[in-house]
């Protein structure tokens, strides 16, 4: 079945690290998008894709980075310069039509 | 930039009556498509209802109908015979059939349902 594989589900960062945190989709879809949830709170766009190659920053990109070199892969980086990365991170890509979303089902990190 | 606004971050409701959660947003775009998720403690995204901009007709989904008024770029979900399943997040989402093809999500409503 085609789908979105998120991975870790869960991860640990000491502070100072960089982390990345995998998306990978096999629905052959363009878009695929990032998103960061607090406790509690909603979902809050990070960075989004809509072709390999190319990528747009959302509302809160500072001290994250992506790539799309392969149209199955959006992989989130979460830099040392993010200074309170613990949240609930989120990777979703709809349907060329728009009228499905696909999500992952999560990533977890938290910084020790 | 489309916005998404969910005015009510928590509901409540007791077991077996009806309760509307409230949605509105701003574009300029007449093609769109409108969602409501539910996300549980397990923290997975679950399509409730979608409803196609163009459609006139409110979608349903059982229990789960909208109250859509584009004109007013409101998207309202009722839920009736609430049950203790329903207890979630709720999420309304909106996504844009233009180049821009943004997806963007309102923040949320945490309903509870009471026995």
């Known amino acids: 079945d085609g789908g979105i594989t998120q991975s870790p589900k869960y991860l640990f960062r000491k502070e100072g690290q960089n982390v990345t945190l995998s998306c990978e989709q096999n629905l052959n879809h363009d878009a695929m998008y990032w998103y960061r949830q607090d406790p509690g709170q909603g979902l809050r766009l990070i960075y989004y894709?809509?072709?390999?190659?190319?990528?747009q920053k959302g509302d809160i990109a500072e001290g994250y980075s992506v790539s799309r070199e392969k149209k199955e892969s959006f992989p989130l980086t979460v830099t040392s310069a993010q200074k309170n990365p613990t949240a609930f991170y989120l990777c979703?890509?709809?349907?060329?039509?728009?009228?499905?979303?696909?999500f992952g089902e999560g990533s977890w990190l938290t910084v020790v | 930039a489309q916005t998404v606004t969910q005015s009510q971050p928590e509901m409540s409701v007791q077991e077996a009556e009806t309760v509307t959660l409230s949605c509105t947003y701003d574009?300029?775009?007449?093609?769109?498509?409108l969602f409501w998720y539910k996300q549980p403690p397990s923290r997975q995204m679950i399509l409730v209802i979608r409803?196609?901009?163009?459609?006139?007709q409110n979608a349903t989904e059982n229990r789960f109908s909208v109250n859509f008024q584009k004109a007013a770029k409101s998207f309202s979900l009722k839920i009736s015979d609430s049950q203790l399943g329903d207890a979630a997040m709720y999420f309304c989402a909106y996504r844009s059939t233009s180049s821009a093809r943004q997806l963007t999500f309102g923040s949320g409503t945490q309903l509870t349902v009471l026995p």
């Open positions: 894709s809509q072709i390999v190659n190319d990528f």
């Open positions: 574009t300029s775009e007449s093609d769109y498509y």
């Open positions: 979703a890509s709809p349907t060329h039509s728009g009228n499905t979303i696909y």
């Open positions: 409803q196609e901009a163009y459609k006139q």
